[in-house]
Antibody, heavy 119, light 107 residues
């Protein structure tokens, strides 16, 4: 059974880059049909889609974050990653990695990792 | 972006009650509407997908309906473990968007 696990620093300074990695276990992220993505949840904005990527490298980004976000995939490590640049306090949130399929729901979620932006 | 609006934002109910939560989309999303349940300090869990399909292994007291712009999630007989926050989400186009949530509390 597929499991996803987020990892990365829990504290990031303003203006720096937030970097998170999601490691999949129990199945390969090279499985066709599925995309791999990131969602965040903050008290102020609720649940927010950030970006998603196919194992071949095709990407989708939320327009509101696109200028600051990079999503990438490493199939050899069964991982995908998120980078969010120029962070501010508004980027403080719980970040989840998810599995998603076009037109279908986010059916597998990681447990989430809290990232606080503060000096 | 497609805006998703849930009502009510909060709801008090008793064990055994039937409850309905509504989700409206700012444009037609056909039936590409999903429902999630979230308990405190946990990730959301998928309940219903494509408006009315119950996720495998979940109890049949959960049901979903609707199409176009209006959708509902119904819990036919509330159980103690159902008290949580519920979110709708459209998967019609990117950026995927969520409703603001409905917190279901014990009366």
């Amino acid at each position: 059974q597929l499991q996803l696990q987020e990892s990365g620093p829990g504290l990031v300074k303003p203006s720096e880059t937030l970097s998170l990695t999601c490691t999949a276990s129990g199945d390969s992220i090279s499985t066709s049909s599925f995309y791999w993505g990131w969602v965040r949840q903050s008290p102020g904005k609720g649940l927010e889609y950030i970006a998603s990527i196919y194992y071949s490298g095709s990407t989708y980004y939320s327009p509101s974050l696109k200028s600051r976000v990079t999503i990438s995939v490493d199939t050899s490590k069964n991982q995908f990653s998120l980078k969010l640049s120029s962070v501010t306090a508004a980027d403080t949130a719980v970040y989840y990695c998810v599995r998603v399929k076009t037109y279908y729901p986010m059916d597998v979620w990681g447990q989430g990792t809290t990232v606080i932006v503060s000096s | 972006d497609i805006q998703m609006t849930q009502s009510p934002s909060s709801l008090s109910a008793s064990v055994g009650d039937r409850v309905t939560i509504t989700c409206r989309a700012s444009q037609s999303i056909i039936t590409y509407l999903n429902w999630y349940q979230q308990k405190p300090e946990k990730a959301p869990e998928l309940l219903i997908y494509t408006a009315s399909s119950l996720q495998s292994g979940l109890p049949s007291r959960f049901s979903g309906s609707g199409s176009g712009t209006e959708f509902t999630l119904t819990i036919s007989s509330l159980q103690p473990e159902d008290f949580a926050t519920y979110y709708c989400q459209q998967s019609f186009n990117i950026p995927y968007t969520f409703g603001q949530g409905t917190k279901l509390e014990i009366k």
